[in-house]
């Protein structure tokens, strides 16, 4: 059952609960009350009871068909094999195309000379090389987060959240292949990093 189950069930036994302690409450009273009080609550009884059978019923129902429709969408969430396969290949290219633009950096600072000529110019080449070697501590922590994602893939925890087990949705790993919770969860994440 999940938490928003468990917790509607809590309310009707708690509001059911009430309902039985006013009842007793008010039959003390007719008890000691007069004529006109019991005559009420001839009436009101009957209601009270039916009010107690329905909500015992809805929340059972309630809860069956909660169940049933979390089963269904879990198995939706759930990841299919052609879809795990074009997951994997999409993470390969993207780790490929992250090696191939490290790599090119690093040719690229081991080629450049360091800058003679006016201070604008010298300035201009260290704003340059710093944009690139932030250009590359990105693309290296990218491909950390791809090695990870496709070490998953072999350990088969793959689309799995990190944080709760349960499966990361499609639509997100489509989106971020090396997602490793949920967009819920990573925003929690974030806003507590903050």
Do not use: N
């Amino acid at each position: 059952m999940s938490k928003t189950t468990t917790e509607l069930k809590d309310e009707i036994r708690k509001s059911l609960a009430l309902m039985r302690t006013l009842r007793d409450e008010i039959r003390v009273q007719m008890h000691v009350g007069g004529m006109d009080a019991k005559d009420e609550w001839r009436k009101l009884e009957p209601e009270l009871a039916e009010i107690e059978r329905a909500a015992t019923h809805l929340s059972e129902a309630t809860c069956a068909a909660v169940s049933r429709a979390v089963k269904r969408l879990s198995k939706l969430r759930s990841i299919s094999s052609a879809q795990r396969a074009q997951l994997r290949r999409a993470l390969e290219a993207r780790r490929a195309q992250l090696q191939r633009a490290v790599d090119e950096h690093r040719e690229q600072v081991s080629e450049t000379e360091p800058e003679t000529g006016d201070t604008a110019d010298v300035a201009e080449g260290v704003i340059e090389d710093r944009e690139r070697a932030a250009l590359d501590e990105h693309d290296r922590a990218l491909l950390e987060e791809i090695d990870h994602a496709l070490a998953k893939f072999d350990e088969g925890t793959y689309g799995l959240s990190e944080k709760t087990g349960h499966p990361i949705p499609i639509a997100r790993l489509l989106a971020v292949p090396w997602a490793r919770c949920d967009a819920d969860e990573a925003e929690r994440i974030e806003h507590h990093a903050r």
